[in-house]
């Protein structure tokens, strides 16, 4: 069943051209520059320090590395990351 | 402004020191916790973050399950005025206004009184008051004190002598006393008093001249009753003073009068069942839209229709709705008997007979001469015997 909703919701993103982060809750990603980063979708906090923020996903995981990194704010599908952005790196799922 | 627990209404800075941070934070955004700035410390083994200070309470739970231990730091924003932030704040808001009108309306001035004037004096004031802004609806802060108004409305409206001003608390009260001047002595020309009427005479007084009847006597109209020329009887014409005769010679005078008297008689009246409707109008037309038309209800009715309006202080606000209130009537027939009617005759006879006698005039008895029963209708001639004063005024007329 999950399965089936799955490729219902992949059929409805090629063919309707709806955005993937609303259909399968895979996460939005947007940078300023290095100064931020919002991130859309995201499933919680697994480690946060001044260097690294490390985020999971509904599939996979999300890690920001950087300096001075501070979470601006921080709502139940949303994440503000404030300071010098280096790399954001999409671990884990398909 | 009515959002619940805006952020301007207070953020307090906190440390949070623990195992799992992470987790900890996790739990904060599922418990709706909104967290925004955090940051490690610089030591790593601590977070630093904001929260609402209304979210204090549901973070120490948090704080609680998750085994950390949090220390609050600096307030920021207006935390002090957070009743803002809560539940009956409409309500509290509702009382301050209320309480800040009610200071505001008793600062104001809702009446005037004026005492003691007579109408042209108690207009001029009021006109003078509304020119110097003395009237109902303007604040009282802007009117100079009562002792200045008193000097100044007792300088400026004529005609009165001393007008005092006293306020209680949002009415004015003036107080005038009004110049009176003496007034002047009528002078009055010599003159007698002549009988008006034909009668008997029952009552002399004489305030001044001299009385030329006495009681019991008959007079015709026109003779003196009281005569201005006073002086001895055996001087000369010339050496009597002539006056203004006063006095009042109360006289018994006849009237005779002709009634006549329906056997029965019919008239209208209320039962006492009323009904009401109201209509509205509009485009000159009048719809009904409650209670119901009398028509139908009542054989006869009386109808009184009056317009609606709501009263203001101030003014009154015309309503476009008419009220019309019906009352039932019926026609009653009474009849009389004979006597009942003779009664009645004599009294309404008195009654129109006094109506064209001066005030004082009294009826002593009444006997019906002739009467006449004819088509349903009696007819009656009365004979009344008054007592009124007959004297009238009449210039004294030489070698009477």
């Known amino acids: ?94 | 402004m009515f959002k619940k627990n805006p952020d301007w209404l207070g953020l307090v800075e906190m440390k949070v020191e623990g195992d799992h941070l992470e987790s900890f934070i996790n739990q904060c955004v599922a418990n709706k916790v909104v967290l925004s700035e955090i940051r490690r410390t610089s030591r790593g083994d601590k977070l630093q973050a904001t929260i609402r200070i209304s979210d204090v309470k549901s973070l120490r739970k948090v704080a609680k399950e998750t085994n950390v231990s949090v220390r609050f730091g600096r307030r920021r924003g207006f935390y002090v005025i957070r009743w803002l932030g809560q539940r009956r704040f409409g309500f509290v808001f509702g009382a301050l206004v209320f309480c800040v009108l009610l200071i505001l309306l008793s600062q104001m001035v809702w009446r005037i009184d004026i005492e003691g004037a007579s109408p042209g004096i108690e207009h001029e004031i009021r006109e003078w008051a509304t020119e110097v802004g003395l009237e109902p609806g303007q604040p009282q802060w802007q009117l100079p004190p009562e002792a200045e108004i008193q000097q100044r409305v007792t300088e400026e409206v004529p005609g009165a002598t001393w007008i005092g001003v006293e306020r209680r608390g949002t009415s004015y009260h003036f107080h005038v006393v009004e110049q009176h001047l003496a007034e002047e002595e009528e002078h009055v020309d010599p003159r007698n008093l002549v009988a008006a009427k034909n009668g008997v005479i029952r009552d002399i007084f004489v305030e001044h001249g001299s009385a030329e009847v006495s009681l019991n006597t008959y007079v015709e109209r026109g003779d003196v009753l009281v005569s201005g020329r006073i002086g001895r009887e055996e001087s000369d014409e010339d050496e009597r003073e002539e006056i203004a005769a006063i006095g009042e010679v109360r006289a018994e005078t006849w009237y005779r009068g002709t009634i006549a008297l329906p056997f029965k008689i019919s008239g209208e009246v209320f039962t006492g069942e009323r009904t009401r409707s109201l209509a509205l109008q509009m485009f000159g037309e009048e719809w009904l839209f409650w209670g119901q038309n009398a028509e139908r209800l009542y054989e006869n009715y009386e109808s009184e229709t009056t317009q609606l309006y709501i009263p203001l202080y101030f003014v009154d606000i015309p309503l476009p709705i008419e009220r019309t209130s019906y009352d039932e009537k019926v026609i009653v027939e009474r009849s009389y008997e004979e006597d009942e009617l003779i009664e009645i005759a004599k009294h309404l006879g008195q009654r129109q007979l006094l109506r064209s006698l001066a005030s004082d005039a009294e009826v002593i008895s009444a006997n019906i001469l002739q009467e006449q029963t004819d088509n349903g209708k009696v007819k009656l001639s009365i004979h009344y015997e008054v007592e009124e004063d007959i004297a009238i005024e009449a210039p004294i007329t030489q070698g009477d």
Do not use: C
Request: hydrophobic fraction near 40%; avoid cysteine; charged fraction near 25%.
């Open chain 1, 1 to 94: 069943m999950k399965r089936l909703s799955r490729r219902v919701n992949k059929w409805l993103t090629r063919g309707m051209e709806v955005p993937a982060d609303v259909t399968m809750g895979v996460p939005r990603v947007t940078m300023i520059g290095h100064l931020h980063v919002y991130i859309e979708n995201h499933r919680g906090i697994l480690s946060f320090s001044h260097q690294r923020v490390h985020l999971r996903l509904a599939e996979g995981e999300l890690e920001v590395t950087g300096e001075n990194l501070i979470i601006k704010a921080i709502l139940p599908e949303e994440l503000i990351l404030e300071g010098t952005i280096q790399q954001v790196t999409h671990k884990g799922g398909e």
